[in-house]
């Protein structure tokens, strides 16, 4: 069960080490980013909607929280199932986001629909996480926002029941979020919107193309035509069940894990088409040295115990980041990531923290303003921090396999997305699952 408080005991642990290659068939939980969105679409929504296959964890049972001190009602029926009954917005209300950039990003343009005041604020890492842009764009769609502190939280929305929207600019450059945070609550405005970016690239086109996908899915009008321009047009969303699939970044140190111990990994419940970039996912695995393939068996990545360096820029696929990282401290050649500059600004600065986490095993690696630069050689077993981030956390895990005494100061960070992450990553090693 996900952990609610930020003040969870740290808990340290040691990374397994794999004496075999490793030979597992999972059934993960269910995506972070489809739960979030069907979450929020079932609490705009004329009517009931069920998920299916729903993540329970830290962020998505923040989200549902946060709906429902707005007044939705969200109910878990059975470990597989959540319940979304709309019921109109109401305030006074107070929205703790935690570390997530889903809640702090998809939840104040709800609150702008609501009848009343609704707070917000979270873990102290969260406050420097980039919110001034969504902040800025409501305004200028009629919401009435007081920002009380130095960053963007806390901060409060004085919702009045109804959004004017219409046209904004906004710089989407730190985080793909502020975009869909806008496009999912739009069809309750009383004009839809139109969002222009204007800046920088805005990392993460698979999210937003995500949220379009699922806007069209629950009845929106959605228009991505032009590059950088979102038009959602006002009107109503339908309730509907929603079948979530299961994480692909939550499964991807698992593939590493095939990768870097020459195994076979497969994990079970893959839909033939998926709404997360399996496909960048399979291209990137196959250039480190994996094979990825899609049966009736589920997605299964195989390795062969050598792992290749690669060129690439990660824009797209940024929350990768931390374990292909650390798929490059182990593979036979050099490694350049690039495009994910906007990751200092995740959980915590994902490139700086892995630079000082890796260098403390005995890495070369060298940060650039947008990425890595990885020049492998044998690493050390030593301490290796998480930061509350879940991602240090994989990329520990992976790293562990090859190099024994990989000691994290904290393993419960992964309560964010998958709480079972340390069992099942125990399992696999150990040959339990
Ligand atoms: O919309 C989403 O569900 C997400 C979008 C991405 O955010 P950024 O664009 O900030 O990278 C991704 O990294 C995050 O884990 C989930
Ligand atoms: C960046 C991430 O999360 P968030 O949704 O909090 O931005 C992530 O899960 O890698």
């Not at 609150?111 to 609704?118: I, P």
């Not at 029941?161 to 046209?167: I, K, M």
């Not at 985080?175 to 800046?199: I, K, N, T, Y």
């Not at 904290?410 to 069992?423: G, L, N």
Request: hydrophobic content about 40%; some cysteine.
């Amino acid at each position: 069960m996900g952990n609610l408080t930020a003040t969870r005991p740290l808990q340290p642990w040691t990374a397994p080490t794999a004496s075999e290659p490793v030979s597992a068939t999972l059934r993960l939980p269910g995506s972070k980013s489809l739960t979030a969105r069907a979450l929020v679409l079932g609490a705009l929504a004329n009517g009931p909607s069920t998920l299916m296959g729903a993540l329970r964890a830290r962020d998505t049972e923040l989200m549902a929280g946060a709906l429902r001190a707005m007044g939705a009602h969200m109910s878990i029926a059975d470990d597989d199932r959540w319940l979304v009954r709309p019921h109109p917005l109401v305030g006074p209300a107070h929205v703790d986001v935690g570390l997530a950039g889903t809640v702090m990003r998809f939840v104040p343009p709800v609150a702008g629909l609501t009848d009343g005041r609704v707070t917000f604020d979270g873990d102290p890492a969260a406050r420097t996480r980039p919110l001034g842009p969504l902040v800025g764009a409501l305004r200028s769609l009629g919401v009435r926002i007081d920002v009380t502190g130095p960053g963007s939280l806390p901060l409060t929305v004085l919702g009045t029941g109804r959004v004017t929207g219409g046209e904004v600019v906004i710089d989407a450059s730190a985080s793909s979020q502020l975009v869909s945070g806008l496009l999912l609550a739009a069809p309750r405005f009383d004009r839809g919107v139109v969002v222009r970016h204007v800046g920088p690239p805005v990392p993460s086109a698979p999210h937003l193309r995500m949220t379009v996908q699922m806007l069209r899915a629950a009845g929106a009008a959605v228009d991505d035509g032009t590059p950088d321009v979102w038009t959602v047009e006002p009107g109503p969303l339908s309730g509907r069940v929603w079948e979530i699939e299961p994480d692909l970044s939550g499964a991807v140190p698992f593939f590493a894990a095939a990768l870097v111990t020459g195994g076979e990994v497969t994990l079970r419940g893959w839909p033939r088409s998926s709404a997360q970039p399996v496909e960048r996912l399979r291209s990137l695995l196959h250039e480190m040295g994996g094979q990825v393939s899609l049966s009736t068996a589920g997605l299964t990545v195989r390795g062969t115990g050598t792992v290749h360096g690669i060129t690439a820029d990660l824009a797209d696929v940024s929350e990768l980041t931390p374990v292909l990282t650390a798929l490059a401290m182990l593979a036979d050649s050099p490694s350049v990531f690039t495009g994910v500059g906007h990751i200092r600004g995740h959980e915590t600065d994902r490139i700086a923290a892995l630079a000082r986490e890796f260098t403390g095993l005995g890495a070369d690696v060298t940060e650039s303003p947008d990425g890595l630069e990885i020049r492998p050689r044998p690493l050390r077993g030593g301490v290796f921090r998480t930061y509350h981030d879940h991602r240090m956390a994989h990329a520990a895990a992976v790293t562990g396999l090859a190099v024994p005494g990989v000691e994290l100061d904290d393993v419960s960070c992964t309560s964010k997305t998958m709480p079972e992450f340390p069992a099942l990553w125990s399992g696999m090693v150990t040959g339990g699952n």
